[in-house]
Each structure stands twice: as structure tokens, then as C-alpha cells.
């Protein structure tokens, strides 16, 4: 397989980069359910107002697909792996999402994933 | 008692049923001056209180349709002027022949129809903290229990010797987007092949901090194909820009020694314009000869945050920060280019997300909850070139009443990045605006 290619597509959201995005997060799971468990539930106003922040380049409730893709209704745990790898050990050839992952909790990136996941495309 | 509902001239009908019959109503009535309101918010039958929001860009139409999403109950009415906005975002690619002005204006349909929020094309006058009233340019008066104000900017007219608002009619600002934007179209369109185009920035806090740079890269594409000998010079009030080294290499590999910035302490600051003859002189008075001359002048909050009392001597707005209310006047939210934010830059894009953390703190103020924890996010795309994009992001959370940069978030395009970055950039910049469109006005992705 050739890695250069894969990972060129990372950015665009393709199947074959996802793969390549689920594999390193793995690693991250053990470390991050701890703290999970000891911190307080995010309230539902406040994942909305966290998620709204995604919408402007995501469209509203996430539901926009243009160049940038939609995030609403995609599976919890890969949109989970998928922010919680941007964050941590973001794939070669992202643009943005690292910077930006960076920029919240790992609890608010799984509420995030949770809030968007039930989001009917 | 029945809650008195409000009159408007000129309103436009919302289509969603609910409110159709409630309008429908109101044609006896609409004769009345003076918009009666929520005298008593709790009794009657839109108990949630009303919000009147001035100002239809990113902030304002953004806080209109979030504030309706979180309580429909909630009355909203938008107030502005112009049935299409034009937004600064993009209105680069216009000056470079790369879009039409169509496809950067927007409408009020979804707000209107979707939302049910009431759209009056007026311009807000005055506003009395006091009363709790806004005044329109059409003579109504409306009551509110909270005001939202995206105002944008206006210019500081004769800050620069000679730069007034008739002197802009022949050397364009164009920073407003709209008749400014076609005019500067026009004038680099007919432009001599080998004239300079000379372009003046103030100091900071302005719109669009890396605006300017944009600005100079696209007409330098624009030349680089169409006015080969022409050349682009930057005078600028400062010595350091947004971006600046991704700029100029972008700039040096690109356009090689067409783009000429100079900065404030090699004599870039303009100090005075002649229009007519499309000169400048800056500090050290040297004087420049332009082709086509555009002047970006220095700024300030836009005029009704001054008629709110909202600004502080800055000319700016200080707002308190997990809110976006102002400090100084109770129960007026101010949101976008006015504000004194940093370090968020005065963009469209922070004025969308701070437009949401004020209509989520609106909503709580109306039900007597607490708002949730702010936070907000900003990424300024700009294009070199069509095809050459670079970013500077950034995540800014609440700290002690201030706002704060997430350390260790954020930041800008690698420097090292290679062309297919640059690319995937310029595509996502393209990418972002239509989700960014879509989000505040509803527009649909272009077919």
C-alpha cells in the first residue's frame, strides 16, 4: 500500500484515510477514558454551543456538504477517532483540524462526535 | 391581558403558518408609529420576551437564527437596510475578475421563512438604553427586551488629510462590500497596462486584519495576466501584518517583484490623499502616483453603537466576555467587527460564532437560566492566488473575564507546506464560505 497516497487523502474524509485515522487513535483510547470518567458531564446547552462552532465551516447542525465535508449523521466513534487523532497525532496532509482540535478537551471532542452523530443527515 | 404585538411599515411576511395568521392581522394596525412591545413579557401570548437585532451580515442574520433556534418563542426582528448583503469575504476575487458580485450577495429568505424571523429593511437610527427603544429611518419605533447590535465599522473620514467620503467615490475603500467593490472593479479593469495600483492600510484594529494582503495578491494575479507591466504597491501603517511570511513567499514565488509593500518605519504611512489626482503622500513626504488608488482608511464601530452608548474613547465597543453584553449599557449585545475581542481578529467568521454566544446568553437572560461556557473559533482563509491558500486559526475560551487564545491551539499554514496544501487550502477557503453562507443566511450551495 502506498502510505504517501493514503495520507494525502486524509483531509478529504476518503474510507482509505479513515483507516489510516482509526489506527492511531487507538493508542489514545486507554489514556483518555480515565479522564473521562472524572469529569462532569457537559450539559446539553453547552455541547450545542460547542457544536455551533463547527457550523461555520460545516454548515448548519453540520449538515453542509461542499468541498468541506458534512459531519452530521456519521458514526460516533469514527468522527471520535477521528477528532481525537487531529487533536493528538493528526494524519500528514491536514490543513486546519489540528489546529483547531487542539483547541478543546478530549471530553468535549467525544461530546462533539456524540452530538453530531445523532444528527440526521 | 393580551400582549400587544408589534407594528412595523414595510414588514416582510415570514411564510411559516404560524405566523402568517398573526401578521395577517396586524394590516388594520399597521398604520401605528410606534411598535408597542413587551411592556409585560410574562403575560400574553409570546411570553419569551422580543429582541430586536441591527444589522444583517455575519453577526446579526447569525444571531437572528440562532436565538429563534433555541426559542422560537422568542420575537426577533432584524433591521436592515439592504434586501441583499454583500459580503468583504470573497469581494477579493471580484476586484480579480474570479467572481460576480452576485455570488457574494445574500438574502433573508431563510430567516424570514424557516425561522419566522421578522426582516424590516430599514436603517436603525437611534437607540434609547433607557426607554428601551430603537428608532428606523422609516419613523417606527421599536420596544425591545434585549438589542442585539452587529453595526460592523465605519470610517474615520479625513483621519487621512483628504480622504472623506466624496474622495472615496474616486479612490474606492472598497471595504465595505457593495458599489465600492464594483467601482475598484472597474477602475483596475481600465487600468493602463504598466499603471500602479497603490493601496493604502491603516494601523490596527481594522476589519480583516490579513484583508489587505489578499487584496494585493489577487490584483497582482489580475495583472499577471491581463495588465502584464503593471505592478502593486502597498503603503502600510505598520510594520508587521497578519500572515506577513506566508505572504511574502507566497508573494516572491509567485508574482516575484511585482508586489512592493512598504511598512511604517520605511515611510509607508499616508498621511494625505488627493483623490482627484490619485496621489498620496506619506510620512516623510514622499509623494506616490496612482493608477488606481484605494484607500483603506482607519475605522470605528459602526455609527448606532455610538448612538446605543456602547463605544468606549477607542471608538469600540468593550464587551464582557462569556456574554458579548456590552459593559456599558444593560441588556444590548454587541457583536462582530465592533467589538474590542482580541485577540480575535475582527472577522466574518468570529463575528458568526460570537453571534452564537451572545444568542445563547440572550435566550438564558429571557428564560432566567445560565448561559453555557463561551467558547469560539476562528480561521481566517486568504488566497494568494486562486489556486495558493493559507490560513491562521485559533480557539478562544473565557479566562477571568477575558478572552483568551487556547494555548497551544491554533496558528497558522506550515511554512514549509507544499503546492498540494496550498491547494486543498484554496479549495477549503472556497469550501468554507459557501458552510459559513449557508449557516447565517441559509443561501444554498451555488449550482
Not at chain 2, 476589519?207 to 494582503?213: A, D, E, F, T, V
Not at chain 2, 489580475?222 to 505592478?231: D, I, L, V
Amino acid at each position: 500500500m502506498n502510505l504517501r497516497n493514503l495520507t494525502s487523502l486524509a483531509p478529504r474524509w476518503q474510507p482509505s484515510g479513515l483507516l489510516q485515522t482509526l489506527c492511531g487513535a487507538v493508542a489514545l483510547l486507554g489514556a483518555t477514558t480515565a479522564l473521562a470518567e472524572t469529569t462532569p458531564p457537559l450539559s446539553q446547552q453547552q455541547v450545542k454551543l460547542l457544536a455551533a462552532t463547527c457550523a461555520s465551516c460545516h454548515g448548519t447542525d453540520g449538515g453542509f456538504a461542499g468541498p468541506i465535508p458534512a459531519i452530521a449523521g456519521r458514526p460516533a466513534d469514527v468522527l471520535s477517532m477521528q477528532l481525537l487523532n487531529y487533536k493528538h497525532r493528526a494524519p500528514a496532509g491536514t490543513t486546519v483540524m489540528d489546529r483547531i482540535a487542539k483547541g478543546y478537551t478530549d471530553e468535549e471532542l467525544r461530546a462533539l462526535a456524540s452530538h453530531f452523530s445523532s444528527i440526521r443527515k | 391581558m393580551q400582549h400587544n404585538q408589534p407594528v412595523l411599515d414595510n414588514i416582510s411576511t415570514p411564510t411559516a403558518p404560524s405566523r402568517r395568521r398573526f401578521l395577517h392581522g396586524l394590516s388594520a394596525a399597521s398604520m401605528l408609529p410606534v411598535l408597542a412591545a413587551c411592556s409585560a413579557p410574562t403575560i400574553g401570548r409570546a411570553p419569551a420576551g422580543r429582541v430586536v437585532v441591527v444589522g444583517g451580515g455575519f453577526g446579526g442574520a447569525t444571531a437572528a437564527k440562532y436565538i429563534k433556534r433555541a426559542n422560537p418563542a422568542v420575537d426577533v426582528v432584524l433591521i436592515e437596510p439592504n434586501k441583499r448583503f454583500h459580503t468583504c469575504p470573497m469581494s477579493n476575487l471580484v476586484l480579480a475578475g474570479e467572481r460576480t458580485m452576485d455570488s457574494i450577495s445574500h438574502g433573508y429568505d431563510e430567516l424570514q421563512g424557516t425561522y419566522g424571523v421578522r426582516v424590516v429593511h430599514a436603517r436603525a437610527d437611534d437607540v434609547n438604553p433607557t426607554a428601551r427603544t430603537v428608532r428606523l429611518s422609516t419613523g417606527t419605533v421599536l420596544e425591545y427586551d434585549r438589542l442585539l447590535l452587529s453595526p460592523g465599522i465605519d470610517f474615520r473620514w479625513n483621519a487621512i488629510e483628504g480622504y472623506d467620503e466624496r474622495a472615496s467615490e474616486l479612490a474606492p475603500h472598497a471595504w465595505r462590500a457593495g458599489p465600492q467593490t464594483t467601482l475598484l472593479r472597474r477602475q483596475l479593469e481600465s487600468i493602463e497596462d504598466g499603471g500602479t495600483f497603490v493601496l493604502s492600510v491603516p494601523p490596527d484594529p481594522f476589519r480583516c486584519p490579513p484583508g489587505p494582503y489578499e487584496r494585493a495578491s489577487l490584483i497582482a494575479h489580475y495583472f499577471s495576466r491581463h495588465k502584464p507591466r503593471s505592478k502593486v504597491l502597498i503603503l502600510d501603517a505598520k510594520d508587521n501584518f497578519s500572515k506577513q511570511g506566508l505572504f511574502q513567499a507566497a508573494w516572491k514565488k509567485l508574482y516575484g517583484d511585482r508586489i512592493e509593500w512598504v511598512g511604517l518605519s520605511k515611510d509607508g504611512r499616508v498621511v494625505r490623499v488627493d483623490a482627484a489626482r490619485r496621489e498620496v503622500q506619506t510620512e516623510f513626504g514622499t509623494i506616490h502616483k496612482a493608477a488606481v488608488l484605494n484607500v483603506v482608511p482607519p475605522q470605528k464601530a459602526g455609527f448606532i453603537a455610538e448612538r446605543a452608548g456602547v463605544t468606549d474613547a477607542s471608538g469600540w465597543v468593550p464587551v464582557h466576555a462569556n456574554t458579548f453584553e456590552s459593559r456599558l449599557q444593560k441588556d444590548i449585545y454587541v457583536v462582530g467587527d465592533a467589538t474590542i475581542a482580541a485577540p480575535m481578529p475582527k472577522s466574518g467568521f468570529t463575528a458568526n460564532t460570537q453571534a452564537k454566544v451572545a444568542a445563547a446568553a440572550i435566550v438564558a437572560s429571557l428564560d432566567g437560566s445560565t448561559p453555557a461556557q463561551a467558547l469560539w473559533v476562528n480561521t481566517c482563509y486568504s488566497l494568494a492566488a486562486p489556486d495558493y491558500g493559507v490560513t491562521v486559526a485559533g480557539v478562544f475560551r473565557v479566562e477571568n473575564d477575558k478572552i483568551i487564545s487556547v494555548p497551544n491551539s491554533g496558528g497558522l499554514s506550515s511554512a514549509n507546506a507544499d503546492d498540494s496544501i496550498r491547494r486543498t487550502e484554496a479549495a477549503y477557503a472556497q469550501g468554507w464560505y459557501q458552510a459559513i453562507s449557508q449557516d447565517t443566511w441559509g443561501t444554498p450551495r451555488p449550482a
